[in-house]
């Protein structure tokens, strides 16, 4: 069975600070791997995705993941955050393709201070 | 994007009554929907996998008698929590996907999981 471990329940930040997000999963076999955001009042929006090849993945607003396989971290990066990234931020695991059941960390939510 | 409904947002029930929880997919079909759950500070915790036209798969110790669900149509999935009690308090979420990506026109695979707002249950 798979399971997540995200270490920060809260990670306040000012404005234009650079934030990691940390996610540690266990698995004993080859899994796939995502983050999520919810923003408030809105459903779980697919933020980045690692499923094969380069293990640096990016997203289109900044935010980028590194696979480490040997740590089995996929912690999420930020040089620079806005005030509009405040919002709850899920890892989660697959073992197979989105469509297979996902495994949730219990979420990471970023306050981003002015 | 894909977008997905649930309905009522938030819900107060008496202790003893069944409630029931509408997940809608709006802009594509979806063959399966998740049902997850959601204690404070806690992960979200899958209940059941639902696919169009079967009966549902549930997670071990999720009580198929009292979370009923039903995946009558390829936009539409319903959880009723029957006999509802104070423990059953929680955030359910619904996600849907589709093996087939038909939105704006584009034809492609895709299997994302695009996740509903959630329903806030509260039973008294």
């Known amino acids: 069975a798979q399971s997540v471990t995200q270490l920060d329940s809260q990670v306040p930040v000012f404005e234009e600070a650079p934030v990691e997000l940390r996610c540690n999963y266990s698995?004993?076999?080859?899994?796939?791997l995502f983050w999520y955001v919810q923003y408030p009042n809105q459903g779980l929006q697919l933020l980045l995705k690692y499923l094969s090849g380069s293990t640096l993945v990016e997203s289109i607003n900044g935010f980028e993941a590194e696979f480490n396989k040997s740590q089995t971290s996929f912690h999420l990066r930020k040089p620079s955050v806005h005030i509009s990234d405040t919002a709850e931020y899920f890892c989660?695991?697959?073992?197979?393709?989105?469509?297979?059941?996902?495994?949730f960390g219990a979420g990471t939510i970023l306050r981003v201070k002015s | 994007g894909a977008v997905v409904s649930q309905h009522p947002s938030w819900v107060i029930c008496k202790s003893g009554t069944s409630v029931k929880i509408e997940c809608r997919s709006l802009d594509f079909q979806a063959t399966t929907m998740f049902w997850y759950r959601q204690f404070p500070k806690q992960s979200l915790m899958l209940m059941a996998t639902?696919?169009?036209?079967?009966?549902?798969?549930?997670e071990q110790g999720v009580e198929k008698d009292k979370f009923l669900i039903n995946h009558a149509s390829l936009t539409l999935s319903t959880l009723t929590v029957t006999s509802a009690h104070p423990e059953d308090s929680s955030f359910y979420i619904c996600?849907?996907?589709?093996?087939?990506?038909?939105?704006?026109?584009?034809?492609?695979?895709?299997?994302?999981?695009?996740f509903g707002p959630g329903t806030r249950l509260t039973v008294t």
């Open positions: 639902s696919n169009e036209g079967s009966k549902a798969t549930y």
């Open positions: 996600s849907a996907t589709t093996g087939l990506r038909v939105l704006r026109g584009l034809a492609g695979v895709s299997y994302e999981q695009y």
């Open positions: 989660a695991v697959s073992r197979g393709e989105y469509g297979n059941k996902l495994v």
């Open positions: 698995s004993s076999v080859s899994v796939y």
